[in-house]
Each structure stands twice: as C-alpha cells, then as structure tokens.
C-alpha cells in the first residue's frame, strides 16, 4: 500500500534527523485524525500509522541501516504492519505526539523549508541502486586561501569494496549460507516497551550482521575476511576556488564509504573561514584599517599602507595639505576579494587610524609653541553663566561606562516584573 517510506515523509535521501523529525512533524500534523472531518478519519488514520512507521524507521539508526540495505520489504515481511501490526486501538494520539516532540520545545517551532521535496528524482523506485551515506564535514580555511584559491591534497581512510572477492564476502566457489538464526531476514522482531505500549522494533540479527547469510570460515575471503570490504588509503584533492565563501560545498563525488550493492555517497565539506588578523570580509568586499601619523594626516605622504592577501604591498599617496581624519574611509575599488566564476573583484574599504604621539613624547616649549602658530586654533569659547572647574582621569575605561548600574538595571527589572501587581492596587 505504500511506496516508500521516504515518499510518505516526503524527505530526501541522506536527510538528516532534524530534517526527519520536522518532516514528521508536518506529516503528522497534517494526517492526524482528530484534524479531519468524521468521514475522512479511517483514511487519516492509516496514513497517521504509515507517518508514524516511517518515521520509528527512519529516525532509528539501527532500522535506518536495515532500510537502506534491504528496504521495506524487510519491514513488510512479517504480515502487514500499517493494518496488521503497529499501535494498539487506544493509544492516545495527543500523548504520542507529546512524546515524539518531547523536549523540542513545542509545536510551533523548527518547521523550516525542508517539508516537501516532492517528485524529486532518485527516490529508489525499482532496480535503482541505493547511495551510500554522504559524509559532510566543515573545512576551515583561511581568508589568503580564499582569496588566492588553492588545490587541498589530503590522504583518507575509506572502505572500498574488496578487490579479491569484488565484495562478495567469500571465496570463488563457495556459497554463503542462510542464516539459521534469522531464516535468512537479516533482521529479528523483538517486542519492545515503548512509551507505555508494546511495539514490534526490527534489529539486525546479530548473527549474520544483518546480511541474511553468510560464508562458513573456511569459505570467507581471505582479503576481507568475509566483511565485503577493505580498508584503503586514498590520496584526495578538492580545489578551492578563489572567491569561495563560508558555507560553499564542496563535493567529491562518489568518494565516500563504499557498500556493497550501492553507489558510494559522496564527501562533502563545508567551507569555514578563519577569523583573519587584518581583514573583515563582507560578500566580496573586504575592509581593514590602516595606520597614520598625526603628522602623516596633516602633511601628506606616499608609502605602502598594508599587506594585500596574497603578499602584494597597497601603497598610497595622499597629497601633501590634505588632511586625513580619524576614521575617515578610503575606498579601492577592485581591491577586495575575487568574484567566483569572474575577472572583477569586490572592493576594499581602509579606515584611517591616525596615531597620536605617545605619552613618552617630550616636546620643547618651542617646539609647543610652533605647532600652535601652525595649526587652527579652537573654536570661539564656550560662553555659560557658572563655571565648574573639575578634576578628571585621563585614563578612563569605556568599559566602566554604565558599569555601575549593573545592579540597579536589575532592580530595574523587578521593578518591572512588579508592576502588574502595582497597576492592580491603583
Ligand atoms: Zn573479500
Ligand atoms: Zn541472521
């Protein structure tokens, strides 16, 4: 009566447990019996227990792996577990429901885009071969890499179907043998107590590993030793291009794990850039500042300012009586980082950071005195009836600012959380 469990949640293949979870959540909410009208509840509750098995096998690891390996017949085998079998009449649906979300906060959260991937190809119809799991990991990079682009060489360990018995497990001529212990199923129904109720659970028999049959010692391969596949050492390369972002994938294809009778998944990484010393990166642009001296702010100058990514020297020359103020911003464009797939780049934004003179600076009167008839004077006074005259720490700490009221800004709030109770007497 069912196609595929996947198709019944409407999830794609490799998804992972939050992306079955919340097509569950969706599926059963939309098939829960108590949400339809009269006529309609013996159709919504059949799909109800085809979501709710879809699930159990797909959330479990265990039965996931039977799943894929052996697919629903494996399932289907003992009877017809979406009438037959399943949940007794009188379990309570809402309490079910308050297991299945326990501790996820709720129904209204974490519903995001996932929910239908409908007539997505692949669904393993009839004779397709099934994938093996993708293997995705992040890969941090840092923001030169980026920039330059780069060619990664890595070694990896990955299971390869064996090269003696081309993944049969066994020698030449000798058959496997059908597991006593499971007739052959590669799974065992074990009657398990779940949440108050009884439910049939499918492990993998132990016995076989899951395989159904299996080769007597003398008959195992002698390369794999009967496991179908080795261990092997290759030497990978993935290639970054310049301009790549955080979250870019990465994929080499068909490079993970090997199983027998399916297509290997893929490895997958996932770009993480490195917090850099000098540079901030916003899409393709890139900013950082630079520092001048006061000196340098009023007179000009013409030297390198910073160090580009990739090695280069930026120099600039400001002209001689323009000054350069404190955060004032000088814009480059083509400087910022590559945009992928073209010539052109984004643009880089310096910041002026003019350094004053430390507080070792030991100037003469004179020379005080010079730098007065220099530069502008201040603005007219400030004229106001009184005048304090007031002391002050030249080292203030802007962390302190505020500071002090941490503890009243607290009062502030049980101040708050009362007044309820205040508006009330009045
Ligand atoms: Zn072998
Ligand atoms: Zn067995």
């Known amino acids: 009566m069912r196609n595929d469990d996947r198709q019944v949640l409407e999830i794609q293949r490799g998804a992972s447990k ?45 039965k996931r792996h039977i799943y894929d390996t052996h697919g629903m017949s494996a399932f289907n085998g003992s009877g017809d577990p979406g009438m037959g079998g399943g949940m007794p009449g009188d379990v ?13 906060g709720g129904m209204g959260g974490g519903m995001p885009g996932m929910g239908g991937m409908p007539g997505m190809g692949g669904m393993p119809g009839g004779g397709q071969p099934r994938r093996s ?34 993944g049969k497990g066994g020698k030449e001529k000798a058959k496997a043998k059908e597991c006593s212990t499971c007739e052959g199923q590669g799974i065992r129904e074990v009657i398990m107590q779940q949440g108050g109720f009884l439910t049939k659970s499918a492990q993998p028999c132990t016995t076989c590993n899951g395989q159904g049959r299996f080769f007597s010692p003398k008959d195992k391969c002698k390369k794999c030793k009967g496991k179908k596949t080795t261990e092997e050492k290759k030497i990978l390369e993935m290639y970054i291009p310049p301009g790549s972002r955080e979250g870019d994938k990465i994929v080499l294809e068909g490079e993970a794990d090997q199983v027998p009778d399916q297509e290997p998944g893929d490895i997958i990484f996932r770009l993480v850039q490195e917090e ?24 000009g100058f013409s030297r390198v300012v910073i160090k580009h990514l990739d090695g280069r020297g930026i120099e600039l020359t400001h002209p001689a009586g323009k000054v350069l103020s404190p955060l004032q911003v000088l814009k480059i464009p083509g400087e910022g980082m590559p945009i992928k797939r073209s010539d052109s780049k984004g643009d880089l934004y310096l910041v002026v950071n003019v350094t004053f003179p430390e507080e070792n600076w030991k100037p003469t009167p004179e020379m005080l005195e010079k730098i007065k008839q220099v530069l502008p004077g201040p603005e007219a006074p400030i004229t106001a009836e009184t005048v304090d005259e007031v002391e002050f720490d030249p080292k203030g700490n802007m962390e302190e600012f505020g500071a002090q009221d941490a503890q009243g800004g607290s009062a502030w709030v ?5 007044e309820p109770a205040q508006c009330a007497a009045q």
């Open 276 to 299: 850099h010393e000098v540079f901030d990166r916003a899409g393709s642009d890139l900013r950082a500042s630079f520092d001048v001296t006061v000196a340098e702010a009023l007179t």
């Open 18 to 62: 939050d992306e079955i979870r919340s097509a569950y959540r969706k599926a059963a909410l939309s098939s829960h019996p108590d949400k339809v009208p009269e006529d309609e509840r013996p159709t919504a509750e059949i799909k109800f227990k085809a979501v709710q098995e879809a699930y159990e096998i797909l959330y479990d690891d265990q």
């Open 133 to 166: 799991r993708n293997e995705q990991q992040d890969y941090e990079v840092s923001l030169e890499m980026l920039y330059k682009g780069k060619t990664v060489k890595f070694a990896s360990t990955k299971n390869v179907i064996c090269s003696l018995c081309k």
């Open 92 to 104: 309570d649906l809402d309490d079910l429901l308050a297991q299945m979300f326990g501790g996820m």
């Open 414 to 418: 049980d101040d708050d959380e009362e």
